[in-house]
């Protein structure tokens, strides 16, 4: 017996007939436990009409051993070995990582798996798959399984499209399989940013969740299982497509790898386990430096590039105290509009003369940094890269591509058009100060062959390694993971990037929901949170302005709109939310995210808890007409219990829109006990729909 451990999680393998199986997955074992007895208290009976024996749950779900539901690993040589049978050979545990080897004899076929928690619960399994045979080995699919307890009897995923990312979806556990599927060859929109399983009770502070996730940012698959024998499972991995991977004899594939997560704690136990794990990385971009506050001028200028019109926003971000300014797309070659230019990553000289130097001299001599917009796999036909290189493109056989945004996708797995576009974007790079880059990916990849093959596995893994040596050249760059906004956001991208452009709508009612659940998963400091227009561009919504401030300063906090536009008093609290921004973000990027359970279904509830609970922001947002004339009390747990605390409303970030007659009693300051705040509460104000109010907690 084997067991792993970390302070919130525990996994218990036994081994028995050559398998390894899980025996039980989810909170800690007391560390005293008799593994034995545990395991004997939990076996079931033989069945009638069923094996000698009871089978495991395991690992490996080999139908040869009398598994019934969806197997780990399918695949055949020619049509021969397509059973397989593998056998525990070797294991060994360091740590709290287990390494095991399996060999099928039969199938001439190994597979090395590896376990590995770390101390905040984060489980990550990976697996090297070698074909010992003569023959090619076809791997059609390879998905890790992982036991559920019998008290998880819902599961929760995400759904999506553009400007739309990461609505859930909840519903009871049913026998069969229940499956989400992404075949984009990117994570998506729709992709399930984790798969939960959770207790019938679970939400955001109390429950057990479950949760399993793949680490890769091509196409994916996520399953729960109930058999007829009663067991739950869950289980994912990456989509294949046919023929997809070939391994030759002598070689071996690593398999993508997937994350698991699990929280007694409900939804924010689960994510903070998320957001400690990332933040524990020396990588990690707030372990390097602050976030810097940003201004995107997409939504400000589009592909209307005017040097003077830059330079007045710059003077208008320089006054608010915004830090890095992004030239998003429409600099370079031909792009006018989004019908050219991609493929080809030098500055246009008719809309650039001089190339960026007077442009970054003049944004830097005011202390802000520049950041640059690419889109490097992808090409116009209207290019001098495709007039050159139309082979280039990933493709089936010689039938034309659909255009997608009037683009196809640069083959980054040919070595030409790797080095193609790794050359441009490092030479714009070295030639000019650029801090960061947006990287965007506006096209789905549909028969994205290479030579006959499908090539979205290696294409993914081409664009890590990209990423990767575009930081090695360049020390210091971030990188902005974007795909029409939030269309590769995932477990994977996340050790490549820096940021994620949560989503195209940049309306902060509908932000509510996508950031609310991106942040499941990801740490709000990577997530791009912008103050968009007064009326939003994806939704013609007219939304306060303290609103649209509240809701961007949970993430990593900045502005998209033309602020040329606004008016002096728009300005003075774009200043005011931008220095409350610096001087929070510290607490803000490193404390505990919490999302209240609110019994008033208009209203969103949510902020960070400072890790020492010295200090909590709180959101309170009022989405829709309020269903009462009082609202129901703000409850805050989390705090210290004995602890008292100032408790007031943050004035930086603008005035609400209220339904009320004066000020709520406690706006200007009161004080309560961290158990008072989470027991009793705070009477909201009556406030219109789309406004909300910043509620500060700071030990007294
Ligand atoms: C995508 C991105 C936007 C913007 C445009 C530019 O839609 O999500 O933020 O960069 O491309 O074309």
């Known amino acids: 017996m084997i067991v792993l451990n970390s302070e919130n999680s525990s996994l218990l393998f036994t081994i028995n007939n050559g398998q390894l199986s899980i025996a039980h997955w989810g909170s800690p074992l007391y ?40 197997p780990t690993i399918s695949g055949h040589r020619s049509g021969k070995n397509w059973s397989p049978h593998f056998l525990l050979a070797s294991h060994s545990q360091q740590g709290e990582t287990l390494t095991a080897n399996f060999v099928d004899t039969d199938s001439k076929l190994s597979l090395t798996q590896r376990y590995e928690l770390n101390s905040y619960g984060i489980l990550t399994i990976s697996s090297t798959l070698c074909n010992d045979g ?63 399983a959770m207790t019938g009770n679970a939400n955001f502070a109390t429950g ?190 010689d039938r034309d591509m659909p255009l997608f945004r009037n683009q196809l996708v640069l083959d980054l797995t040919h070595e030409g058009a790797y080095n193609h576009v790794l050359e441009q974007v490092s030479a714009v790079l070295s030639a000019n100060n650029i801090a960061y880059i947006k990287w965007d990916h506006n096209r789905v990849l549909i028969d994205a062959g290479h030579l006959g093959q499908a090539a979205i596995h290696n294409q993914t893994l081409a664009i890590y390694r990209l990423f990767d040596e575009l930081k090695r050249r360049h020390p210091g760059l971030e990188i902005e993971s974007c795909a029409s906004g939030g269309a590769r956001i995932d477990l994977g991208m996340v050790e490549h990037a820096d940021r994620f452009w949560t989503s195209d709508n940049n309306d902060a009612l509908e932000r509510q929901t996508i950031q609310r659940w991106t942040s499941l998963a990801i740490a709000p400091e990577l997530l791009g949170t912008h103050v968009g227009p007064t009326v939003g561009h994806q939704t013609g919504k007219t939304t306060s302005l303290s609103f649209r401030a509240i809701n961007a300063l949970f993430g990593h906090a900045g502005v998209e709109w033309d602020i040329t536009e606004t008016t002096p008093a728009e300005r003075a609290v774009l200043k005011s939310w931008l220095s409350l921004y610096k001087a929070k973000r510290a607490m803000l990027h490193s404390g505990k995210s919490v999302r209240i359970d609110h019994p008033d279904t208009t209203a969103f ?60 009693l406690w706006g200007d300051g009161v004080e309560m006990s961290g158990k008072a705040l989470a027991h009793v509460g705070l009477k909201p104000p009556s406030l219109a729909p789309e406004n909300g109010i910043l509620i500060s907690i700071i030990k007294a």
């Open 134 to 196: 003569t023959e090619d080995y076809n791997l059609d699919e390879f998905l890790y399984w992982l036991p559920l307890a019998d008290r998880a009897t819902q599961t929760m995923d995400f759904t999506g499209r553009w400007s739309h990312e990461r609505h859930p979806q909840r519903h009871e556990i049913h026998f069969g399989l229940t499956t989400r599927e992404v075949r984009e060859g990117r994570s998506s929109h729709d992709y399930t940013i984790a798969q939960l």
């Open 31 to 70: 560390p005293g436990e008799d593994i034995a007895s545990l395991v004997t208290a939990t076996t079931p009976p033989i069945s009638h009409s069923n094996f000698n024996e009871v089978m495991g749950r395991d690992v490996m779900r080999q139908h040869s051993r009398g598994f019934l539901g969806h």
């Open 208 to 397: 057990e969740i479950w949760s399993l996730s793949v680490k890769f940012s091509g196409n994916s698959i996520h399953h729960i299982e109930r058999t007829s024998d009663g067991y739950k499972s869950i289980g994912a991995g990456e989509l294949l497509m046919p023929g997809e991977i070939t391994i030759a004899p002598g070689e071996s594939f690593a398999i993508s790898p997937v994350v698991a997560n699990y929280s007694a704690e409900g939804i924010d136990g689960l994510s903070h386990n998320f957001h400690s794990w990332q933040r524990s990385r020396p990588t990690h971009p707030t372990n390097i430096r602050p976030r810097p506050a940003t201004l995107n001028m997409w939504e400000a200028v589009y592909f209307n590039h005017d040097a003077e019109k830059i330079k007045a926003l710059v003077d208008v971000a320089a006054e608010i105290g915004i830090e890095r300014v992004v030239l998003d797309d429409g600099w370079f070659h031909l792009r006018r509009k989004d019908n050219a230019g991609l493929g080809d990553w030098v500055i246009d000289p008719t809309v650039w003369p001089n190339g960026f130097s007077d442009l970054i001299s003049y944004i830097n001599s005011k202390g802000i940094e520049f950041g640059l917009w690419f889109e490097g796999e992808m090409v116009n036909p209207d290019s001098d890269l495709y007039r050159a290189h139309p082979e280039w493109m990933l493709q089936e056989g």
């Open 605 to 664: 509830v949510y902020g960070v808890i400072s890790e020492d609970k010295s200090e909590a922001l709180i959101a309170y947002m009022q989405h829709l007409m309020p269903s009462a004339n009082y609202g129901a009390n703000i409850l805050v747990p989390g705090l210290d219990d004995s602890t008292r605390y100032r408790v007031s409303i943050v004035r930086e970030v603008g005035a609400p829109r209220y339904l009320q007659i004066g000020d709520i």
